[in-house]
């Protein structure tokens, strides 16, 4: 993996840099970016650019044996830790290394959900257990066989759990030329014993063009295709490119046509497309387009906020938002995200879709047609 073949990060890709430059590694690092960042892709271009024995400007070579080593991810002084669902106790992450390297090289935005459907996982509990951490501990006490730095990263150590400690010396005083990379995505559920004893790289998610360009590129999808995925999954790479697997239509146009039966409390029309479209769409497609319409009523209500440089939309879909702008106010379109929201939680807890959209519809009338607005429980849809 060479920094080039990740998108965007370019501040982090110059600061990572420096410190080899400036001869300042710090061997214990926290890589912190939300899911789909590309976090993880980073700390190993970052490993690999450290180990590259033909160091450019900007990048590693990418052809010395060290780096053709890394792209494989078959370099002996490379080690990678992660959550698994282990079927014995006594498994560590090494029992399911060749999984991990076609999961990471087909896809290295991977989340958890993408590795626990490599590993046919279905609802087992993700974890690092004890085993891996006396097994992490033994692998770095070894010398190195060939590079000049040993590397292990972790990714998802928040799945540590309190046998996180048994690595808190190793982190503390690691053996010479040993760094560890660890690749986070919630500070919440670290350990904090962890987050004091390493250096912070935080990584934010990349912009919509840097999105739309890698996917018309890996997914070889149409630029407006591209755009839809890359602003709808607001920088999660893994979820633009899962949202272009899915057969979806097209969701402006959808979201419009609902909202013009709702806006116009139009009782059969609105049941009808209800039960007959939205219904019918999939869990996952229900779920892509609820976001879609969050997504949507933000940027509305950033229109109306006077704040249209910060909009990302353009076409049809900009001048939408500034019609729907000017008609409602900005309370109402912040009911409207809320009614989104709990429907989008809602339908990842398998409500049942006929009562979810019925309701959610209705409320939409209350709001946009009688400006009204009922605050649901949650078991509503249950
Ligand atoms: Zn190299």
């Known amino acids: 993996m060479q920094f080039k073949d990740i998108i965007g990060h370019v501040a982090v890709k110059e600061r990572l840099i420096n410190t080899v430059r400036e001869n300042r590694v710090s061997h214990a690092q926290l890589f912190l970016g939300p899911e789909g960042s590309g976090s993880l892709a980073l700390a190993l271009a970052y490993a690999q650019f450290i180990n590259c024995l033909d160091k450019q400007e900007s990048d590693s070579c990418g052809v010395c044996t060290s780096c053709r080593k890394y792209a494989r991810i078959i370099h002996p002084d490379l080690h990678f830790s992660y959550p698994f669902f282990a079927k014995h106790k006594d498994d560590t992450a090494a029992d399911y290394i060749s999984d991990w390297r076609n999961c990471f090289l087909n896809n290295p935005y991977l989340d958890l959900e993408c590795w626990r459907n490599q590993l046919n996982a279905e609802n087992k509990q993700a974890n690092i257990n004890i085993a891996e951490a006396h097994h992490i501990i033994k692998k770095l006490s070894l010398k190195a066989y060939e590079a000049e730095y040993k590397v292990l990263i972790m990714w998802l150590p928040e799945f540590l759990d309190s046998q996180g400690n048994a690595l808190l010396k190793l982190i503390e005083e690691p053996p010479a030329k040993t760094l560890f990379l660890l690749v986070a995505e919630n500070p919440d ?68 046509q609902w909202l013009r039966y709702c806006v116009t409390d139009s009782g059969l029309s609105l049941i009808d497309f209800s039960e007959d ?106």
């Open 189 to 256: 559920k670290l350990l904090s014993t962890i987050i004091s004893r390493t250096q912070l790289v935080k990584v934010s998610r990349p912009g919509n063009d840097e999105v739309a360009a890698y996917l018309m590129e890996v997914g070889h999808v149409q630029e407006q295709q591209a755009r839809q995925a890359a602003f709808i999954s607001e920088g999660n790479v893994q979820r633009a490119l899962n949202l272009l697997n899915e057969e979806h239509s097209d969701h402006f146009e959808l979201l419009v």
């Open 277 to 382: 479209i939205l219904v019918k769409m999939g869990r996952e497609n229900q779920k892509s387009f609820i976001l879609y319409a969050i997504s949507m009523m933000r940027q509305v209500l950033l229109c109306k906020a006077g704040a249209e440089a910060l909009m990302r939309l353009s076409g049809a879909e900009k001048g939408f938002a500034e019609k729907f702008a000017g008609l409602y106010t900005e309370k109402q379109l912040d009911n409207a995200v809320e009614v989104f929201e709990k429907a989008h939680y809602h339908i990842e807890r398998n409500a049942n879709g006929k009562i979810l959209f019925l309701d959610v519809s209705l409320q939409l009338v209350l709001n946009f047609k009688y400006a009204t607005f009922r605050r649901e429980a949650d078991s509503t849809y249950l």
